[in-house]
C-alpha cells in the first residue's frame, strides 16, 4: 500500500520528464516513487505514440541545442544497456534530420552559427546536392538545407519504459494511480510544505519532496496557477503506407535512405518508414484546446486533407498511399514554448516539470539531470524555465 510508505521524493507523472527524473533521481540513491494514471508511454501522453524527432537544430536558442546534444548520449546510453546488438530494440535510429531553408531564412541560419559553437556536426547541402542525395523528396522552394548527421528518432513509447524500467532496476517503486489536486492551503506564503498527495484510489503518498511532472495534467492539477499559463493543444499525427518494393529499412522510404525532415518554414516534419509502420507525417502548427483525458482520438478529414496535401508536395510518388495510421495526441503549451521547471511559489518541497510545447521529447534525459540537481541544490533554476517568466498570452518563440 502506498499509504504505508514514506519516500524522499515522489514524482507525479511517467512521461519522459518524470521519467527521466526518476531515474536520475534513483541513480543518486534517492528513494524514489514514480505515480501515473494510465502507465509510461500510454495513448494519452504526450510521450506516447511511436517516434519522435531528436535534432540539434533550435535557430537562435543555444540552450535547447546543449540540452540535445547532452540528451542524444544520454539516450544512447539507454539504448545500449537494454539491446547494444540489437537494432530492432533500440532506442534510437539513427535516421539523420534534413532542415529545408528558404533562400533568406533567419532561422536556419542562427542554427548554423550554434552547430559551429557547440560542434556539432552537420553538413550543408545546396539545392541540387539535396535533389541528388534523396530523389524520393521534393524541394520545391527549399533553396538548400543542413543536414544533421549524428541525429535521429526516439522510439518514444519504447525510450519512456526503458527510462521508467531503468529506475525501477535502482529501486524507485511505481504506482499506477492516478493523482488528484493537492490540498495547498490557500494564501499560505513560500516556507510551506507539502506533506503527501492524495490519490483517487483513496490512497495517500508521502513523501519529502515532490515533482509534478504530468505534461498536460498540471493545468489540471494546478488550475489556479497553471490553467492560464499552459494551454493544452490537439494534435494529428498519420502515417502513410509505402509500396512493398520498398517496405524495409533500404528501402527508398526507410531509414538507410531518407531522413527525417523539417521544413519550420510550413510547419510539417516527416519521419521515414520506421518498424514498417509509413512514412509519418504531422503539422506542427497549434490545435484546438483538448482534454487528454476525455477528449476523443479520431483524425479529423480536415487534419488529414492537410497531411495528405504536404505529402503529394514533399513525396509526391506517394501522393494517394493509404493511411495506415492516424494518431491524436496533445501539446502542453507554455506561453512561448520555453520550458516550465520551477519550485511551486507556495510550497518550498513542490517543483512543477513541464511546459514540453510539442518539442520536449527529446530533452528528457537533460531535463531529468537539471530537475535532479535543483532538488539537491546543486544547480539553479534556469531563468528561461522560470514561472515568473510565464505569461497568459500565448505567442511561440521557441519551435
Not at 7 to 16: E, L, Q, S
Request: glycine residues 12%; contains cysteine.
Amino acid at each position: 500500500m502506498i499509504t504505508d510508505q514514506t519516500f524522499d521524493v515522489a514524482v507525479i507523472g511517467a512521461g519522459v520528464f518524470g521519467a527521466w527524473t526518476t531515474l536520475q533521481l534513483s541513480r543518486s540513491g534517492a528513494r524514489v516513487a514514480l505515480l501515473d494514471a494510465y502507465g509510461p508511454g500510454n495513448n494519452r501522453a504526450s510521450s506516447g505514440g511511436e517516434s519522435r524527432i531528436i535534432r540539434m537544430g533550435y535557430g537562435p536558442d543555444g540552450i535547447y541545442t546543449a540540452m540535445a546534444q547532452r540528451s542524444l548520449r544520454l539516450w544512447k546510453e539507454l539504448s545500449e544497456q537494454i539491446g547494444p546488438d540489437n537494432t530492432s530494440t533500440s532506442l534510437f535510429q539513427p535516421t539523420g534530420v534534413l532542415w529545408l531553408a528558404r533562400d533568406q531564412d533567419s532561422y536556419c541560419e542562427a542554427t548554423l552559427e550554434n552547430f559551429r559553437r557547440l560542434g556539432v556536426n552537420f553538413q550543408r547541402l545546396e539545392h541540387t546536392e539535396l535533389a541528388r542525395k534523396y530523389p524520393q523528396l521534393q524541394f520545391g522552394a527549399s533553396e538548400w538545407g543542413i543536414l544533421e548527421q549524428d541525429s535521429g528518432v526516439l522510439m518514444s513509447r519504447n525510450a519512456v519504459r526503458a527510462a521508467v524500467a531503468a529506475a525501477r532496476a535502482l529501486g524507485a517503486t511505481y504506482f499506477e494511480q492516478a493523482a488528484l489536486p493537492p490540498s495547498l492551503v490557500p494564501g499560505s506564503g513560500s516556507g510551506e510544505t507539502l506533506d503527501s498527495v492524495e490519490t483517487a484510489g483513496g490512497d495517500r503518498l508521502r513523501a519529502g519532496k515532490f515533482v509534478f511532472a504530468c505534461g498536460p495534467w498540471l493545468p489540471k492539477l494546478f488550475p489556479d496557477l497553471l490553467g492560464k499559463l499552459i494551454e493544452v493543444t490537439r494534435q494529428e499525427v498519420f502515417f502513410f503506407g509505402v509500396p512493398a518494393s520498398s517496405a524495409s529499412a533500404e528501402g527508398l522510404y526507410g531509414p538507410a535512405r531518407m531522413p527525417a525532415w523539417i521544413d519550420f518554414n510550413d510547419l510539417v516534419y516527416g519521419i521515414p518508414n520506421l518498424d514498417n509502420r509509413g512514412i509519418k507525417i504531422a503539422i506542427d502548427a497549434h490545435g484546438p484546446q483538448f482534454d487528454p483525458d476525455n477528449g476523443e482520438r479520431f483524425a479529423s478529414k480536415e487534419g488529414l486533407d492537410a497531411a495528405r496535401a504536404q505529402l503529394a508536395r514533399r513525396i509526391p510518388k506517394l501522393a494517394e498511399a493509404p493511411v495506415v495510421e492516424t494518431r491524436v495526441c496533445q501539446y502542453e503549451n507554455t506561453s512561448n514554448g520555453d520550458f516550465l521547471i520551477d519550485r511551486h511559489p507556495a510550497y518550498e518541497n513542490v517543483w512543477l516539470v513541464g511546459g514540453g510545447s510539442g518539442h520536449g521529447f527529446k530533452h528528457g534525459p537533460a531535463v531529468g539531470e537539471h530537475v535532479a540537481g535543483l532538488l539537491t541544490g546543486r544547480t539553479k533554476v534556469e531563468l528561461r524555465f522560470a514561472l515568473a517568466t510565464k505569461e497568459s498570452v500565448h505567442e511561440r518563440k521557441v519551435y
